[in-house]
């Protein structure tokens, strides 16, 4: 922790752009139906500091493949150490449009058949290709070269993002398949 981020009152201060994810199990479908009036959960705490006041803070439009329009994906934010947290379905990797169910298909149809799947953009896969080729060498070596589905299986199991090309730390904290309700 950073000591210049502590309050007057010694509480941690996170800074403005901090940010958590938190994956609940939803519907796309009916987030996209229900808008603003999903049931979203209240997270009980902040998961940053732990505070018990955690209030709404709007709504953040995103895109996923699955619909043609953006869906109200619902923002929360801590008072005492100003992280916003913001709710997403599970199924879904943090910044990526696509399931990790396709993602996965596309590297499997890609290390299997030695051909992209030809309903995804041809681009879109690679650039997920290169990262779970760049993330397996930086953290299981090259042992695993052989066979990306299983390096891909690897990171989801150890709940990292298996095809993001940052090293920094993410949120990770995914559930492998959304809840059909």
Known sequence: MNPTALTNNGLYKAPKSEFMIIFVSANL???LQLKEKFPWPRPKICPNCKSHKVWGH???LAYFDESNSGILIRRYRCPDCSTVIRMRPAGYLARFQASIKTIRSSIASKVIKQRWLPVLNRTRQQHWFRGLVRRAKA?????WKENMVKAFDHFV???MNPVTRSFKP???SFQMEPTEE
Request: net charge positive; hydrophobic share 30%.
């Open 139 to 143: 953290f299981l070596g090259d042992t």
């Open 170 to 172: 993410e949120p990770c």
């Open 58 to 60: 709007g709504f953040l």
């Open 29 to 31: 479908k009916k987030i």
């Open 157 to 159: 199991t150890h709940k």
